[in-house]
Every structure is written in structure tokens, then in C-alpha cells.
């Protein structure tokens, strides 16, 4: 028989992505498996299909209509100009939850100050549209050219500074290289094919797993705590924990105590629990979460 089962075609980031998007849809609930140098990795939704392609390549391929959806930053979203629908805002990069930098760098000893001070200076870049852009309206001619890779060690002797995509940082500072200016500040997109969004199938598909994204994305670093407490020490203690919203709060078939329920932040947990067992809470449990859904 014919399969007629539908298909909504993604586009995920090959490379330095590539881990940390695996590891996001493993959280909101999708296993992609790739093996060996496949870039058509097998996904455990039978009405989704996954190729795998360099981050800057997305969005063109999604507003050409080729790919449905797709993963991709939105510093390639402006550096392509594609036209493409942004579904959702998803901050994770490689090595953290936090957005990356594109910004201006030059040796630590170089006389350039400011993005004013390259008129007329050449500029190594990978993102060629999004540095002349920035030129642009800074009123600064400089010559422009394109980097395919290892942009930090063409300066100073090849170019005069180079416009490069950071995380952290360490990576040029271990070059010897000093931050001008930042460029922009970007973070990756969930985004959809213009018509793909409008077909009512495919754009309940693409909310779904934007749904999901989110909400694995909302629980890192943050836990589940739960705890049995006294109840004449309930505003006592539940005055303690920082909580998305009110604590659950539930009798025990122990006359005089309840359960509560908190999610919150990790990071705060290890001060947290010492204070909960001083202040009275007993069978304190603190356990990890796959998806917190507001």
C-alpha cells in the first residue's frame, strides 16, 4: 500500500550545534539517532524527517520551501535576508543557555579603538552581509572579505580585524585578540517556510515541537524539590523557597502534616535544603526535570 503518512521535512545544525540540538529534542521527548556521517538521521516520529546542514544554510532552504522547518541562529537568518516565519526563541548554543556575540576584534597591541577607526582597513568576516551592514551605519568604508575559517589568526597580518562569532570569549582572548565592538547579539530560532506555517497539518506540528523545545529549555537548571512538613510550619518554610508559582501543597494521612512540591532554580538548591531540614521538613527529595511547560 501507498504511505500517505505526512511528513514535516527539518532542517537541524550540522556541527558545533549539532550535540547540544540532539540533546534539546531528546528532552523535549524525540530520540535522533545519526549514525556514522549521515546527514539524514533517523528521528523516532514517523511524521518527521531530519537533514542535517550548516547552520548557515537553513534559512535559505526554508524560505525556498525545500525544508518545512528548521534550527538555525539568527544571525544567519539576517545575514541570508531570508523571509522566513520565526516560530520561537530558543537560547541554547553550544556550550550553554546563553546568546553568542558577533563582534569586532583586533590584536591586543592594535591602534583601533573604535569601528571608526577602520576606514579604509580590511576586515576578515564569515558573516560578510551582517559586517558591511554594520559599516554601513557607522558611516565606514572598509574592504570586506569573506573568511571560510580560522579567522582569528589572519590579523594583523592579513587583515586589520575580523568580525567573529563568540561565546565566551576564550577563544580570543588565547589569540590575542581584544573586543572592539559587538555587532549583534543572537540566539537560535525555532522558524517555519511561509507556507509551510499557513497548512493547518504542518503548523499544529511545528507549535507542537515548539511547545515541547520550549518547555525542555525552561527546565534546564531547574529542579523538582518535594518534602513532608509540619503544617503549623507551612508558611514558615514555603516562605523559604523561590517558586514558579505557588507550591503544591497536599495533606498527609499524618494528622498535623502536608507534602509540598516546588520548582525551582538549581543553583539555589544546595544553600535551600540545609535551611528546609533546620526549619522542620523531613523526606526531602530533589529530583530532575524534563520539561517545565508555563
Known sequence: MENTTKKLTLGLPKGSLQDSTFELFRKAGYTISSPGRSYFPAIDDPEMSVILLRAQEISIYIEQGVLDAGVTGKDWIEENGSTVHEVSELVYAKSGFTPVRWVLAVPEDSPIQSVKDLEGKRIAAEAVNLTKNYLEKNGVKADVEFSWGATEVKVPLLVDAIVELTETGSSLRAHNLRIVETLMTSTTRLIANTAAWKDPWKRTKIENLALLLEGALNAEQKVGVK???????????????????????????????????VVIDEKVVRDLIPKLRAAGAEGIIEYPLNKVIY
Open 227 to 261: 518534602m513532608n512538613i509540619p503544617k503549623e510550619k507551612l508558611d514558615e518554610i514555603t516562605a523559604l523557597m523561590p517558586a514558579l508559582r505557588n507550591p503544591t501543597v497536599s495533606s498527609l494521612t499524618q494528622q498535623g502534616w502536608v507534602a509540598i512540591e
